[in-house]
Structures are given as C-alpha cells and as structure tokens.
C-alpha cells in the first residue's frame, strides 16, 4: 500500500503559477504509475497528468496542456504538478493518485486527502 499527502495548494492571481506536491509513504513507490486529479464540487473527479513509473513518460488531458508540468523523483518518493499560467477555471480540489494499471485505466487505487488551489480574478 501507498499513503499520499498532498501540499502546495493555495490562492493565486489569473496568469500566476503553483506547484503542488504529493508525498508518498511506502518503498514501493517507484512501481506506481502517479497521476493528478481535480474535482469541482457537484462534478466528477477530472484527470489531469500521469506520469509512468520511470518517469519517463507522460500524459496530458487537453484543459492543461502547455500549462501543466507533472514528474517525480522517486529517490524522495515526491510527484509534483508545476501549474503555470492559472485561470479562475482552474480553482478547486486537486488529488494525487497511484495506480498499478493502465494510466489510462483511469482506475487509481490510492489517493490523498486533495488541496484547494484558488484562482482570483
């Protein structure tokens, strides 16, 4: 098993930049494949990045392409999300994620407590 705990929320201007951080418990880290999620309230939990288990891929859903940056370092048991040019739109709850399957499965079987991430006009 794997516990995740995610930091690095806050509030921000339109245009700034976050990075949120998600650390995991466990020496089995480095065989997970890692993702980030948000959920809005009222609205299902949204894929956002995966990063494969070397670390040597990634995957983007559209909302954040070109903004997003997702990587870890398994050395220290860490998968970031660097946020770059943040919209109002991108206010809500973020999660990070661990899976064993498929990224793309979008069936993750670990996730942390999420952190608020807030957007201001």
């Known amino acids: 098993q794997v516990q995740l705990v995610e930091s690095g929320g806050g509030l921000v201007q339109t245009g700034g930049s976050l990075r949120l951080s998600c650390a995991a418990s466990?020496?089995?880290?480095?065989?997970?494949?890692m993702g980030w999620f948000r959920q809005a309230p009222g609205k299902e939990r949204a894929f956002l990045a995966a990063?494969?288990?070397?670390?040597?891929?990634?995957y983007y859903a559209d909302p954040v392409k070109g903004r997003f940056t997702i990587s870890r370092d398994n050395a220290k048991n860490t998968v970031d999300l660097q946020m770059n040019n943040l919209k109002p739109e991108d206010t809500t709850v973020y999660y990070c994620?661990?899976?064993?399957?498929?990224?793309?499965?979008?069936?993750?079987?670990?996730w942390g407590q999420g952190t608020q991430v807030t957007v201001s006009s």
């Open positions: 994620a661990a899976t064993t399957r498929p990224w793309n499965d979008y069936a993750y079987d670990y």
């Open positions: 466990g020496r089995t880290f480095s065989q997970y494949i």
């Open positions: 990063i494969t288990a070397s670390g040597h891929s990634t």
